[in-house]
């Protein structure tokens, strides 16, 4: 079974790259889950759409605490479908979306240190967007009075991405595409299904 990460900032596409990377695996007939973080409808996801609403008031050690235990609630199921014979599972983000975002409040090691009982992905397809694209994207809901603060947090996130799927890449041979998505929907469509058909993912066989 192969873990495929679709990752990137804000409004970089995924979850129309996730779309296009089902459409392309289920038509070879392969069996595919997919997951997408936060998972807003458990209670644990709710938290984390309070707290990112301003509506929940607890400091950012805490609120990494509940992104990582989002993401360890699925790994038993992991298992089950990797015996039930799932052939793929998409993750609408997942351990890089966190260590990126999580690095802007907290220490490199400790951030890392949360997922040390989660499943790694086998392959990242990071979305490439630019800082200012990706704030454009967001409209009215990215002009408020943290614009400044949200765009400082983008663009840290952003460099935390390259380092992190480069030291990945380096230290465990982590297979990562990057996707220009600063283009079209169309262009990024076309690209994401050239990334699918290099992953060569045979059913039955991961």
Do not use: C
């Amino acid at each position: 079974m192969k873990l495929v990460a679709v990752e990137g900032l804000d409004k970089s596409g995924k979850r129309t790259a996730v779309a296009t990377l089902q459409d392309v695996f289920e038509s070879r007939g392969l069996t595919v889950k997919v997951l997408s973080f936060p998972q807003y409808d458990t209670p644990l996801g709710e938290r984390i759409r309070a707290w990112l609403k301003g509506e929940w008031s607890v400091d950012a050690r805490t609120f990494e605490l509940v992104q990582a235990a989002d993401k360890q609630s699925i790994q038993s199921e992991l298992n089950v479908w990797e015996e039930e014979g799932v052939d793929v599972v998409l993750f609408d983000r997942y351990l890089h979306s966190q260590w990126a975002y999580g690095l802007y409040d907290n220490p490199t090691d400790w951030v890392l240190s949360l997922s040390k009982y989660a499943r790694r992905p086998d392959v990242v397809i990071y979305m490439d967007v630019a800082v200012d694209v990706s704030m454009s994207r967001q409209g009215e809901h990215g002009k408020n009075d943290k614009y400044e603060e949200n765009r400082d947090r983008l663009v840290r996130a952003k460099d935390a991405y390259t380092k992190l799927l480069t030291a990945e890449r380096e230290a465990r041979g982590l297979m990562v595409h990057y996707v220009d998505a600063n283009r079209s929907e169309a262009f990024v469509k076309q690209t994401v299904i050239a990334v699918a058909n290099k992953l060569n993912i045979v059913k039955g066989r991961g």
